[in-house]
């Protein structure tokens, strides 16, 4: 049996497992993630976030007095730990080990937690729905017969950074990541080397560090439809959406929580297998947010944890 060898495997991170955001009130932000269609769970003095695929701790949510960025925890293979931790000292940085991994703080301040775990990015493209109707036959369901949307996976996060260009190499250099496609000076999409979606986590230029949005994968384009409409009846009527992007090109609706972040219903996303050579690219700023949809709201990049 042909194995690949240490030289020749993809080095770096595989998966986001988990982001760790604080709110001001932890009963609306239950209902807006319960709304969303995730399964919330109260744990002493913070939520946590699944979906009701599995198990797995998509994200926990603290309570304080503003809505911050609190950590963003990286999975990574047991063998890749070492070089992980390596990569990170030589940028002159402080580890915390831990009985997993590490943690550190990044160059915006992010702390950063690196910890073997299974990979929850999938390991192939997810193949595409489209129900189609034959002459004679209804091809929509009954509205009231509908259920509610429920995310199947995190699919990526989103993240402020004072400087977009020393994020791009100092992810790449440390983590791993490898750039997927970005527009010079406004946002950059990252992924990880181990088969991913076309965006692990992605950056958006600002002045500071902050969060801007966690993107859920829906089953069906007809989902992502569903989904803001059953958000839009719950009364979180702020979004963006449907469209679809043209970096990644996945279907969206972005739902705006209390706090000016977003959750988003997502659908269709590329997706990169281990060790493809993506031809990452800049684009000009008219394709770095969507080919088609709705005007973008004024404040849909703004950095709400600045202020």
Same mark, same amino acid.
Request: proline share 3%; aromatic share 8%; with cysteine.
């Given at each position: 049996m042909k194995t690949t060898s240490d030289s020749q495997r993809p080095f770096g991170i595989h998966s986001v497992d988990h982001f760790y955001i604080d709110v001001p009130d932890l009963a609306v932000a239950q209902k807006f993630y319960q709304d969303f269609g995730l399964r919330v769970e109260q744990q002493a003095d913070r939520l946590v976030l699944r979906t009701f695929q599995d198990d797995h701790i998509w994200a926990y949510i603290g309570q304080a007095n503003k809505k911050v960025l609190r950590q963003v925890c990286f999975g990574a293979y047991q063998q890749d730990?070492? #070089?992980? +931790?390596?990569?990170v000292l030589a940028e002159n940085l402080t580890?915390? !080990?831990?009985?997993?991994?590490?943690?550190?703080?990044?160059?915006?301040?992010?702390?950063?937690?690196?910890?073997?775990?299974? +990979? =929850?990015?999938?390991?192939? +493209? +997810?193949? =595409?729905?489209?129900?189609?109707?034959? #002459?004679? !036959?209804?091809? #929509?369901? $009954?509205?009231? %017969?509908?259920?509610? =949307?429920?995310?199947?996976?995190?699919?990526?996060?989103? %993240?402020?950074?004072?400087? %977009?260009? /020393?994020?791009?190499?100092f992810y790449h250099r440390t983590l791993g990541l490898n750039l997927s496609d970005y527009s010079e000076g406004i946002v950059a999409f990252m992924h990880a080397p181990h088969g991913a979606d076309h965006h692990t986590v992605a950056f958006a230029q600002s002045t500071a560090a902050g969060f801007h949005h966690c993107s859920w994968d829906v089953a069906s384009? !007809? !989902? @992502?439809? %569903?989904?803001?409409?059953?958000?839009? #009846?719950?009364?979180?009527? /702020?979004?963006?959406? @449907?469209?679809?992007?043209?970096?990644?090109?996945? $279907?969206? $609706? $972005? =739902?705006?929580?209390?706090?000016?972040?977003y959750c988003e219903y997502s659908y269709d996303i590329d997706y990169i297998p281990a060790g493809f050579e993506w031809p990452a690219a800049n684009h000009d700023p008219e394709d770095s947010l969507y080919l088609w949809g709705p005007n973008v709201p004024e404040d849909f990049v703004v950095n709400y944890e600045i202020n």
């Open positions: 730990i070492d #070089a992980l +931790k390596q990569r580890i915390t !080990e831990h009985d997993q991994g590490f943690t550190f703080q990044d160059l915006d301040g992010i702390a950063i937690d690196i910890r073997v775990a299974t +990979k =929850v990015t999938p390991d192939s +493209k +997810k193949p =595409v729905i489209c129900a189609e109707a034959h #002459a004679g !036959e209804r091809g #929509a369901s $009954y509205r009231r %017969l509908t259920t509610q =949307v429920r995310p199947q996976r995190l699919s990526h996060i989103l %993240l402020f950074t004072s400087d %977009l260009a /020393r994020t791009i190499d384009l !007809e !989902e @992502v439809g %569903l989904g803001a409409m059953q958000m839009l #009846a719950e009364g979180w009527d /702020r979004g963006w959406g @449907v469209g679809r992007h043209v970096l990644g090109s996945n $279907y969206f $609706y $972005y =739902v705006r929580d209390p706090w000016g972040s």
